[in-house]
């Protein structure tokens, strides 16, 4: 059953949290990020420093990509790495959610591909490094010594947490329905886009 499902993944310092937060406000539906880390931090007794750390490292066990390749079975080895776990965690919750929702807004952890079979409408927000360099700088406290090299690696993480754990490429376009430069359109017209288009794809569904 075809779910109405807006996934975002986002370059660092490009508002794609917030712009997601504003696409659920006006759309009146739940909106999920960080929030799926605590959950799965609920779930299975791990603190959520803990779970986040993990992602930010590549599994690298053999039976980890045979799980993968099979869907990740919703019988993962506990004995396994957590860092080769959490996606497969992560990702039981998040089709757990699909299973209970015909709609919500998931930001980040790979949620067009792991969503792919309930149908969900993807988007990949960027921006010109410059102005998330500020972004970061004003509105998420980072040292201005050292923003350049923080938006770098998170940005390098994210790719590598995609590319890993999905057969795509996180900045390959053509998996998305649509690409926004937040720098240049702004949180509020973004947001704005994302509602008009998501509605009208609805309809024609």
Do not use: H
Not at 29 to 35: C, D
Not at 111 to 139: H, M, Q, S, T, W
């Amino acid at each position: 059953m075809k779910k109405k499902i807006i996934t975002i993944e986002r370059q660092y310092g490009s508002g794609g949290s917030e712009i997601g937060k504003l696409v659920a406000q006006k759309l009146g539906i739940e909106y999920y990020n960080r929030e799926i880390l605590e959950i799965t931090s609920k779930k299975c007794d791990i603190a959520p420093d803990k779970l986040e750390n993990a992602e930010e490292n590549v599994p690298t066990s053999f039976l980890y990509s045979l799980m993968l390749a099979s869907n990740f079975s919703k019988s993962y080895d506990n004995n396994l790495p957590l860092s080769d776990r959490v996606f497969l965690i992560e990702s039981q919750v998040i089709k757990e959610i699909a299973e209970q929702n015909d709609s919500f807004v998931l930001v980040g952890r790979c949620g067009n591909y792991v969503l792919e079979e309930y149908g969900c409408f993807g988007i990949f927000i960027y921006g010109d490094k410059e102005k998330r360099i500020e972004r970061a700088i004003k509105d998420y406290g980072i040292d201005p010594k050292k923003a350049e090299a923080f938006l770098k690696k998170t940005d390098k993480r994210r790719e590598v947490f995609y590319n890993t754990n999905s057969d795509r490429l996180w900045q390959d376009k053509e998996q998305y329905m649509l690409c926004l430069n937040s720098s240049e359109l702004g949180d509020e017209l973004c947001a704005e886009i994302i509602v008009n288009a998501f509605k009208k794809y609805c309809e024609k569904e």
